[in-house]
């Protein structure tokens, strides 16, 4: 049984203090922060709970730590005896998380506490480099790359249904036959967060603006058809996306990779992405 060590939920009255953790590191902090952002800190309305532990034994003292825990449990500032508290947090319900997923060292902390009672994993990523790009990408833009409309929703889900299981490793119509996942990808797409360049009325390369807070949008889910793959298509549509971002939109572009997967890194620092920080992933 895990110590308890002064992890407690966090509301409205903390938002000051949940906010300026999340500026102090905005790209690792974009998941989380482009909820917070938009609908605050009520648990219904942010899908998910915010946790957090306090510099001082009192509230208003700041936070030395903090975590999401919603789909995906995220994480984001403490050391290990606050990765403890929060394990132990986790440990009172079942698992609701997909993924446990954030800054390597909170992340691979919070899972050296919860892989007795939660393991085995389906898989572990430990080493994934947060990367982030500033300025207009140095790879020209595929013009023919642009936002998916609505009434594209049916061409574009088999793509984003091929992306997910290959890079998940799980289809994600599995279970409801796919309602939630065809909501999500509506969702992105009503939100003008979608992007493909369409051939013949297929998709051959897509991505998507995951998460967007006021400063930083996360691209995800970057996939070229199999057939199309080693033309370019993949670099030229992901600077497609981050000019998007970062002239169109007036955010800083991150992703984070798979530190083995050497050509999506190469193609990466091509385009103008630099390495700020680690991410480590672990898939139930």
């Known amino acids: 049984m895990l110590r308890l060590a002064g992890a407690r939920l966090l509301d409205d009255r903390d938002l000051v203090a949940v906010k300026t953790v999340l500026t102090a590191d905005p790209v690792a902090s974009c998941m989380v922060a482009s909820r917070v952002e938009t609908v605050g800190m009520d ?30 449990l995220i994480p984001l500032r403490g050391g290990k005896s606050a990765m403890r508290s929060f394990a132990d947090r986790a440990l009172r319900r079942r698992r609701m998380c997909s993924s446990l997923v954030g800054p390597s060292d909170q992340v691979i902390g919070m899972w050296d506490e919860l892989r007795m ?10 080493d994934q480099p947060l990367m982030a790009a500033t300025k207009t990408s ?3 833009a595929d013009q023919h790359v642009r936002q998916v409309r609505p009434d594209e929703l049916d061409r574009y889900l088999p793509a984003a249904i091929a992306m997910f299981t290959e890079e998940v490793g799980v ?39 995951g998460a967007l807070s006021g400063t930083v949008g996360q691209i995800q889910g970057v996939w070229v058809r199999p057939d199309r793959r080693g033309r370019g298509l993949g670099g030229a ?6 000019d998007r971002l970062v002239h169109g939109m007036g955010r800083t572009a991150s992703l984070y990779v798979n530190a083995y997967n050497a050509a999506a890194r190469s193609t990466y620092r091509r385009i103008g992405f630099t390495q700020v920080g680690q991410y480590a992933t672990v898939l139930f």
């Open 43 to 72: 648990p219904w309305r942010l899908g998910g709970e915010m946790w957090g532990r306090d510099a001082r034994p009192i509230r208003g003292g700041g936070l030395e730590a903090l975590c999401f825990a919603g789909p995906n």
């Open 117 to 126: 009672d939660w393991g085995p994993a389906r898989e572990v990523r430990p």
């Open 138 to 140: 140095r790879v020209k």
């Open 171 to 209: 289809d994600p119509c599995l279970g409801d036959g796919g309602t939630s996942y065809r909501a999500r990808v509506a969702e992105l797409i009503a939100s003008g967060r979608a992007f493909a360049r369409f051939e013949g009325g297929e998709v051959v390369f897509k991505a998507e603006i």
């Open 237 to 242: 549509g992901t600077a497609a996306v981050v």
